[in-house]
Antibody, heavy 121, light 107 residues
Framework: QVQLVQSGAEVKKPGASVKVSCKASGYTFTSYGISWVRQAPGQGLEWMGWISAYNGNTNYAQKLQGRVTMTTDTSTSTAYMELRSLRSDDTAVYYC??????????????WGQGTLVTVSS | EIVLTQSPGTLSLSPGERATLSCRASQSVSSSYLAWYQQKPGQAPRLLIYGASSRATGIPDRFSGSGSGTDFTLTISRLEPEDFAVYYCQQYGSSSTFGQGTKVEIK
């Protein structure tokens, strides 16, 4: 069965960086893409960006350009999302979700369990 | 960026009733690239509907989606106890954006 298992909760100080991992299993990793979606406490869903596990192409949400980097390690079927220069409003649950391999906009049919990132001094 | 506006914000209904949720886009969603998700507290979202009207794998047929262009609807024909949750629409025709959600609560 398809599974996306994310790394554990993180607490960071403002200005620091965080890197969240998402290990995929149960399907051919390079046949799909991975998007990252975040949800601030009590708020809605925000798409952050996408990476193709097939060719490494990326597409980031404009508001996060320059602060976010998404990568994959095809040898371990793992996707990573690094967010830099953290601010208090980056406090959220971060989800990885499976999408299309070739294009960024996609429906998300499987989701990770979420990783809580707390930014606090 | 396409903005999605969901209404109502909260829907108070009883089990067995019909739920009708609306999602309106600020501009036309190409090729009906519109999805609906269900989210329960402490859980990740679950895909219900994609392509505006296609049910995802394993989704009961009491869930149906309709619409095109800028107006889309999710209908739950008869609410089961497990259906009380928050529902989000998402467009994926131009980048990707989500609506702010509709909470379906027990009356």
């Amino acid at each position: 069965q398809v599974q996306l298992v994310q790394s554990g909760a993180e607490v960071k100080k403002p200005g620091a960086s965080v890197k969240v991992s998402c290990k995929a299993s149960g399907y051919t990793f390079t046949s799909y893409g991975i998007s990252w979606v975040r949800q601030a406490p009590g708020q809605g869903l925000e798409w952050m960006g996408w990476i193709s596990a097939y060719n490494g192409n990326t597409n980031y949400a404009q508001k996060l350009q320059g602060r976010v980097t998404m990568t994959t390690d095809t040898s371990t079927s793992t996707a990573y999302m690094e967010l830099r220069s953290l601010r208090s409003d980056d406090t959220a649950v971060y989800y990885c979700a499976r999408g299309e391999a070739a294009v960024a906009p996609a429906k998300f049919d499987y989701w990770g369990q979420g990783t809580l990132v707390t930014v606090s001094s | 960026e396409i903005v999605l506006t969901q209404s109502p914000g909260t829907l108070s209904l009883s089990p067995g009733e019909r739920a009708t949720l609306s999602c309106r886009a600020s501009q036309s969603v190409s090729s009906s690239y519109l999805a609906w998700y269900q989210q329960k507290p402490g859980q990740a979202p679950r895909l219900l509907i994609y392509g505006a009207s296609s049910r995802a794998t394993g989704i009961p047929d009491r869930f149906s989606g309709s619409g095109s262009g800028t107006d889309f609807t999710l209908t739950i024909s008869r609410l089961e106890p497990e259906d009380f949750a928050v529902y989000y629409c998402q467009q994926y025709g131009s980048s990707s954006t989500f609506g702010q959600g509709t909470k379906v609560e027990i009356k």
